[in-house]
């Protein structure tokens, strides 16, 4: 399968990361959104939220308290951020391996 964040997880292409566990990993966005724009990604490939079970609950509440951990770390804590998930073609997804942006460090706009 030729997933871009399968190799990243794996390692064959670099990721500038940011945070690493059993379960997930965490790396900035090449083209970077906000000051602060980061992707966290479970290793094993998931197409989207579409595709996720009960089975999946702690993985998605896990990747939410990484996004947590990461605006302590980064900075952006206090000031605030977003955390969101494209998904599907209306989606805007471009990337089909489920991924949640932590995007701070600027005023964001309305979703739109
Ligand atoms: P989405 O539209 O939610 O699928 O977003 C995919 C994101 O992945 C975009 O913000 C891209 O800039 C980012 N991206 C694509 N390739 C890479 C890469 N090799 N390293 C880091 N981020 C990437
Ligand atoms: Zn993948």
């Known amino acids: ?3 871009i964040f399968c190799a990243i997880v794996e390692g064959s292409i670099p990721g500038d990361m ?3 566990d059993d379960d997930v990993v965490a790396f900035k966005d090449i083209n970077p959104k906000a000051p602060v724009h980061v992707l966290i990604v479970p290793r094993r490939h998931v197409r989207s939220v579409n ?4 089975e999946d609950a702690g993985l998605i ?3 939410c308290l990484v ?3 990461l605006a302590h770390e980064l900075g952006v804590a206090q000031s605030g951020y977003r955390i969101v998930s ?3 073609p209306d989606g805007g997804q471009e990337v089909d391996h489920l ?3 932590l995007l701070g460090g600027r005023q964001m706009r309305a979703l739109g």
């Open 18 to 20: 940011v945070y690493e």
């Open 61 to 63: 509440g896990h990747i």
């Open 86 to 88: 494209n998904n599907g």
């Open 51 to 54: 595709e996720l079970t009960e």
């Open 1 to 3: 399968m030729d997933c």
């Open 67 to 69: 996004a947590r951990r």
């Open 99 to 101: 991924h949640v942006h």
